[in-house]
Nanobody, 127 residues
Framework: QVQLVESGGGPVQAGGSLRLSCTVS????????MTWFRQAPGKEREGIGR????????SIADSVKGRFTISQDNAKKILYLQMNSLKPEDTAMYYC????????????????????WGQGTQVTVSS
């Protein structure tokens, strides 16, 4: 059974950087579609970016484009989210999600497209 465990969150000052990790276990290969989401208190869940792990194609939300990047280490089965130039509005719980089934239709940032979720890691950006 696939499990996802996020790590790397914590407090950081505005303008700083963090790298989040999502470690995959329970499978031989990292799932085909891996995505980072975040949710701040009182706000809707927001898709940050998706990585198609077999070809490296990424989709990044406009709100973080140019500041956040997604990468993977297939050997270690880890998905990364590098976050630079952090802003107070980036404060949220960050989750990674995976989809094992073929992608038929729908937006990559629709959380209902994913069937496996981690427990989240908190990122707090102070001004």
């Amino acid at each position: 059974q696939v499990q996802l465990v996020e790590s790397g969150g914590g407090p950081v000052q505005a303008g700083g950087s963090l790298r989040l990790s999502c470690t995959v276990s329970g499978v031989t290969d990292i799932p085909y579609y891996m995505t980072w989401f975040r949710q701040a208190p009182g706000k809707e869940r927001e898709g940050i970016g998706r990585l198609i792990t077999r070809n490296g194609v990424t989709s990044i939300a406009d709100s973080v484009k140019g500041r956040f990047t997604i990468s993977q280490d297939n050997a270690k089965k880890i998905l990364y989210l590098q976050m630079n130039s952090l802003k107070p509005e980036d404060t949220a719980m960050y989750y990674c999600a995976a989809r094992e089934r073929p992608w038929r239709s729908g937006r990559w940032d629709d959380g209902d497209q994913y069937n496996i979720w981690g427990q989240g890691t908190q990122v707090t950006v102070s001004s």
